[in-house]
């Protein structure tokens, strides 16, 4: 099968699911109500499955590699700990708490900064390799869970209500007000990336041969994580952390779509992303009732197939 | 042409390059000779701004490196460094395509697309062009490396050990193939190479470079000398005429 129809069958699928998701016992009564419930619900999800795909995906051709991803690095959890610091430092009640836009701001360039430094570092250093950067993903992770851990325990329990909604991945009561907001940053970082796709492309040669062929790989690189930062910011400030679902994705869509090119990879897993995520949550409120969430069967799953990968040794 | 003058490099205070100048004039194809440790590609590293230098200064058609802006650059310059491991499923086709980037930025004009198949055609390999690397030799792969450099269709060329791990008949062509480049499109050609008689019978200019400096450069029968040989290598050379080219004896076997 072609890619192109492959690509089709896909989106028709991804949007055959979002129909049965917006129109599931509607009529003309009761749709307002539902609609203005479900519609939020459901953008915020294919926000934050082209976020989380998107970002995984540049990630994994900047830092050439195909098992690690910013989630499996500790960007997630470094969401997390802003948001425990903020409240910590500035009280519940701090405008930088209680409004979206601002708190969103605010921990982007917060994680912006943080995740640039990292990068020079990686870069700008000798030659890293890529267990070195896992190896400092996986501290990084624990000690930001850590610091999390450790305010959460000491903090007035009603503070610790102002958090709790960022700390665990929610996809049955996302953040309604940030949807709307969000649209913005996010297709300014996907025009972006875009824009960027056929340098990422020359990528995949290995930065000597990319500097041969006239791209600044340090330049492209920090831009790069620059955007990444921002998507993941998105993602996590929507429906909180999914620590191994990008890699699910990336890899799905590598395998799916035999291709190098970013201007197809990049449409490709977010249409996948958004089919299992819309599918995984269909499941999870029809046919189990709610009793589980959907980020437990991703991490169960993504968890595995991450062992699997390291198991068979497919890092490079 | 490409001059280099006083280049050095330094590594925790060992100079790996040292207050080493060059010439690479254009209509002729250059080898770096040496031992291993040399410093022979940090040199063609330097010069070709895949590696910073210490000290020194490259000049690029009168124009210094570091005044370049390094996306026009690419469509002067091409390099290919020896060791090229690749993450992604890439036909030879594709991998040539990428030569023509700095030229069209990945979108294939017709043009574009009419020098990719000369490229291909250049060493080769057409027959193979929609096979993917890694069902590929290593020569056959080294060739597709090659062709991609010859589409980015550049006045200046650096190879570094292009002839690494491959048989007799893949260099033999391949050397057949830069020389062409040299001599019949007037590209200044740069190899670094590690067989001496390969040097010797396909370059027109030869450096010779030891402990990271240059100990000769010249014309080939300059450097290709015993007395220059024995001392770069600190073997006893022999060097005979072969149908008008030196061929160097330096396989000293004491029990025939």
């Known amino acids: 099968m072609r890619n192109s129809t492959k690509l089709i069958l896909l989106s028709v699928a991804t949007l055959a699911i979002i129909a049965l998701f917006l129109g599931k016992g509607l009529d003309a009564y009761n749709y307002r109500f539902f609609l203005s419930r479900r519609i939020p619900k459901v953008l915020a999800i294919l926000l934050a499955a082209t976020a989380i795909s998107w970002s995984s995906l540049v990630f994994q051709t900047v830092t050439n590699n195909r098992i690690l991803t910013p989630s499996i690095l500790g960007f997630d959890s470094l969401y997390v700990m802003i948001q425990v610091l903020l409240v910590v430092l500035a009280g519940s009640l701090s405008p930088l708490v209680i409004q979206p836009m601002l708190n969103f701001s605010v921990t982007t360039a917060i994680m912006a900064g943080l995740s640039l430094s990292l990068f020079a570092w990686y870069f700008y250093g000798k030659q890293r390799d890529l267990f070195s950067l896992l190896l400092i993903g996986i501290i990084c992770s624990s000690l930001f869970s850590s610091v999390t851990g450790f305010f959460t325990m000491v903090i007035d329990p009603s503070e610790f209500m102002a958090i709790q909604a960022s700390m665990f991945a929610s996809f049955n009561n996302v953040n309604g007000a940030l949807v709307y907001w969000a649209i913005a940053p996010m297709l300014l970082c996907l025009a972006l990336l875009l824009k960027l796709a056929p340098k990422l492309d020359v990528l995949w040669l290995g930065p000597d041969n990319a500097t041969s062929l006239g791209i600044n790989v340090r330049k492209l690189t920090l831009q790069i994580m620059a955007l990444v930062s921002v998507l993941i910011s998105v993602a996590t400030a929507l429906v909180g952390p999914v620590l191994f679902f990008g890699l699910i994705v990336v890899s799905l869509t590598r395998q799916l779509f035999n291709s190098y090119q970013h201007r197809l990879l990049l449409p490709a897993s977010s249409a996948l992303a958004a089919f299992l995520l819309l599918t995984g949550q269909w499941i999870v409120e029809n046919l189990m009732a709610f009793e589980t969430t959907i980020s437990v069967i991703i991490n169960f799953v993504g968890g595995s197939y991450f062992l699997l990968l390291l198991a068979r040794n497919k890092v490079n | ?256």
Request: glycine residues 6%.
């Open chain 2, 1 to 256: 042409m490409i001059k280099l003058s006083g280049l050095s490099k330094k590594y925790n205070d060992n100079f790996v390059v040292q207050d080493a100048s060059a010439l690479f004039p254009k209509g002729v194809l250059t080898s770096i000779i040496g031992p291993n440790g040399a410093g022979k590609s940090t040199l063609l590293s330097m010069a070709s701004r895949l590696t910073n230098s210490d000290a020194g200064e490259v000049v690029i058609a009168d124009k210094p490196l570091n005044q370049w802006d390094n996306a026009e650059l690419a469509k002067r310059l091409a390099v290919l460094r020896q060791s090229n491991n690749i993450n992604m499923r890439f036909t030879v086709r594709e991998l040539v395509a990428f030569g023509r980037f700095p030229h069209s930025q990945g979108r294939l004009s017709a043009r574009d697309n009419e020098i990719i198949d000369k490229a291909m055609g250049h060493l080769d390999i057409q027959h193979i062009a929609n096979r993917y690397l890694d069902q590929l030799s290593g020569g056959q792969r080294q060739m597709a490396f090659i062709a991609m450099v010859v589409a980015q269709d550049t006045d200046y060329i650096f190879l570094d050990e292009p002839l690494n791990n491959l048989d007799i008949k893949h260099s033999v062509e391949i050397m057949g193939a830069i020389q062409h480049l040299a001599h019949e499109h007037g590209k200044a050609v740069v190899v670094v190479i590690h067989d001496i008689n390969f040097a010797a019978s396909y370059s027109d200019r030869i450096i010779a470079m030891k402990q990271g400096q240059v100990i000769k450069s010249g014309d080939t029968v300059e450097v290709i000398d015993e007395a220059v040989l024995s001392d770069i290598y600190e073997i006893p050379f022999t060097i005979r005429e072969v149908e008008g080219q030196r061929i160097c004896m330096y396989y000293t076997n004491p029990h025939k």
